[in-house]
Structure formats: structure tokens, C-alpha cells
């Protein structure tokens, strides 16, 4: 079972920054990929942002150019900057992961960003 653990999150105003934190802890022998997702009210879950294995980083449409994904492996944690935040950009956040061996899909519990204008 692996374990994600959140950090981040909170109300900031509309052009402001937040940083998300999000690190792997159990019995993880590899990680396939990890990263962000997230859901606003009304919404279907989307990604934001993803670092596969093969170091690919995918990244929603519409916060390229405003957020980055980083990823230190030998902790097991990626972090999301978030900058010039809009309000378009509340929702809650949920750290994913995909391992192998074992397989398995995993999520955090959820992290509030609120953006105001």
C-alpha cells in the first residue's frame, strides 16, 4: 500500500502562488508516474500535471506556462508551482501516483486551492 502524503493548498488572490507537495511513502518499488490532478465543483476529476518514468511531463492546457511539476526521486515527491493563479484555477487538488511492482493506482486525500479575485 503506498501512502500520499499533501501539503499545500490555501486561498490566495487571483496573479498569487502556491506550491503543492505530495510525497510516496509505503512499499513502492517503482513509480511509473506521479503528479496532480484535480476536480472544481461540477467538474469532472482533470489532470494538471504528470512526470512519467520515461521523464515525460504532461501538462493540462490550461495552466502551461503558469505551473510546474518537479520531481525528486530518490524521496519520492513532486511538487507543483503554481503561479499567476486565476480563479478558474479552484479546485480541489489530489496527488496520483501509478506504481509497478506492485501495480496499483494511488491518491491523496485532497488539498483545497481557492483563488479570488
Known amino acids: 500500500q503506498v501512502q500520499l502524503v499533501e501539503s499545500g493548498g490555501g486561498l490566495v488572490q487571483a496573479g498569487g502562488s502556491l506550491r503543492l507537495s505530495c510525497a510516496a511513502s509505503?512499499?513502492?518499488?517503482?513509480?511509473?508516474?506521479m503528479g496532480w490532478y484535480r476536480q472544481a465543483p461540477g467538474k469532472q476529476r482533470e489532470l494538471v500535471a504528470e512526470v512519467t518514468s520515461g521523464g515525460n511531463t504532461n501538462y493540462a492546457d490550461s495552466v502551461k506556462g503558469r505551473f510546474t511539476l518537479s520531481r525528486d526521486n530518490a524521496k519520492n515527491t513532486v511538487n507543483l508551482q503554481m503561479n499567476s493563479l486565476e480563479p478558474e484555477d479552484t479546485a480541489i487538488y489530489y496527488c496520483?501516483?501509478?506504481?509497478?511492482?506492485?501495480?496499483?493506482?494511488?491518491w491523496g486525500q485532497g488539498t483545497q486551492v481557492t483563488v479570488s479575485s
Open positions: 509505503g512499499r513502492i518499488s517503482r513509480i511509473h508516474s
Open positions: 496520483n501516483t501509478k506504481t509497478t511492482l506492485p501495480w496499483g493506482i494511488y
